[in-house]
């Protein structure tokens, strides 16, 4: 069987050739048989039973654990003990998870997930998550988020809670300019510096249109609207207009619509899937 079952031997016993310690076909200790005397009972060995002790001692001292040979539980206490230290010692504080779907609250507790929509936490719940984010006394007074403050959210630097960011309705995106991509001007696409909040902005949106002047008595053309301008008048349909000092005077309406040119809402946003957003602690 190999591993940590003894090896099988074949050793004298009272002149008789007997297997030691007697693992049965499977490598196994045995009971043998109770209808057949000769299939004898395995022997453990000291030597089998020393290696299991020692092993389990060494697992319980690695938890921090004082072996002894009184206490049932000593491995489930180890176990426990160095789950949660590999838990604190790998945890990453301030990570952002997005999830497809609502998480349930055991879910968060058990993935350390805190959801970031705008809440009032207490620090001693959070503390290595707080002392990572705080954004210092400095700006305690004027930051979006990340602030300490009492329980009610009025700003105190020296406050037990703190405000959290608000990840609704928001795109994250890497920090620093951008190597290869550029944006209007050849300048670089910018993220900011990290934690940093940046307000929505949309490219530069142009149009044109011309105007002639017909002759000296005010008449003029207005016509070719390009882009986002548009023109409409009281029946011209929107085809070059006229305009005649002695003609009749037309009610005419130069329009600016950026929805010629882009697809427009009441905010700017990139096309986007919604996600249940939290960070770590």
């Not at 299991?52 to 206490?77: F, H, R, S, Y």
């Not at 176990?79 to 998480?103: C, H, M, V």
Request: proline share 6%; hydrophobic share 35%.
């Amino acid at each position: 069987m190999g591993k940590m079952y003894p090896n099988e031997q074949v050793i004298e016993v009272f002149g008789e050739q007997v297997k030691w310690p007697g693992l049965g076909p499977d490598g196994k200790f045995t009971n043998g048989s109770f209808t057949d005397p000769s299939v004898k009972p395995s022997f453990i060995p000291a030597g089998t039973l020393n290696l299991l002790i020692d092993n389990m001692e060494q697992v319980i001292e690695e938890a921090g654990l004082a072996p002894n040979n009184i206490e049932p539980d000593q491995l489930v206490k180890a176990f426990q003990a160095l789950e949660k230290s590999a838990t604190l010692e790998n945890r990453i504080i301030g990570e952002y998870r997005f999830f497809s779907y609502q998480p349930s609250p055991l879910q968060l507790a058990k993935w350390r997930c805190l959801p970031i929509q705008y809440q009032i936490i207490e620090i001693a719940l959070y503390p290595d998550l707080c002392a990572t984010k705080w954004v210092g006394a400095g700006l305690n007074a004027t930051a979006d988020y990340w602030y300490k403050c009492d329980e009610n959210g009025t700003r105190n630097p020296d406050g037990l809670y703190m405000r959290v960011e608000d990840g609704r309705g928001m795109f994250y995106r890497g920090a620093g300019a951008n190597a290869i991509k550029k944006g209007a001007n050849n300048a670089p696409y910018d993220g900011g510096n990290i934690g940093q909040s940046i307000g929505d902005a949309i490219r530069d949106i142009t149009g044109r249109y011309y105007t002639r002047v017909v002759d000296s008595s005010m008449g003029a053309t207005i016509g070719n609207p390009i882009g986002a301008f548009s023109i409409a008048n009281t029946g011209n349909n929107g085809a070059p207009i006229v305009l005649n000092e002695g003609g009749d005077k037309e009610l005419i309406y130069l329009h600016f619509n950026a929805s010629n040119v882009v697809p427009t809402a009441s905010e700017n946003r990139p096309a986007s899937t919604s996600t249940y957003n939290c960070i770590t602690y």
